[in-house]
């Protein structure tokens, strides 16, 4: 079983930066691909896309964050990190990290962290 855990949460003021990481420890037999994505849930909201790797290493960024937020990755040590900066007080959240393992041609399993809360004061 995978078990994604994110790291590097914390509180900051605006303008300031964090940088995440996510590391997705334990085995699983699906290897034929694997995903990355960061998502963030602010309270009162719905959870939200924030960035994502693809298997194919095609970077996505959410508008709101194109221009300040870098994804990147290590998978020889299976960790997705985030590089959060100029932060708003609207990127307060807690933000999750989530990993998708493919298993065969049309099923991929995912996996959550369990979260990490970031605040931006203003």
């Known amino acids: 079983q995978v078990q994604p855990v994110e790291f590097g949460g914390g509180s900051v003021q605006a303008g300031g930066s964090l940088r995440l990481s996510c590391v997705a420890s334990?085995?699983?037999?699906?290897?034929?691909?694997?995903?990355w994505k960061w998502y963030r849930q602010a309270p009162g909201k719905e959870r939200e896309f924030v960035s994502g790797?693809?298997?194919?290493?095609?970077?996505s960024y959410a508008d709101s964050v194109k221009g300040r937020f870098t994804i990147s990755q290590d998978n020889a040590n299976a960790t997705v990190y985030l590089e959060m900066n100029s932060l708003k007080a609207e990127d307060t959240a807690i933000y999750y990290c989530?990993?998708?393992?493919?298993?065969?041609?049309?099923?991929?399993?995912?996996?959550w962290g369990q979260g990490t809360q970031v605040t931006v004061s203003s």
């Open positions: 989530k990993t998708a393992r493919r298993c065969s041609r049309t099923y991929w399993q995912e996996y």
């Open positions: 334990g085995y699983t037999d699906c290897r034929l691909g694997m995903t």
């Open positions: 790797i693809a298997s194919d290493g095609t970077l």
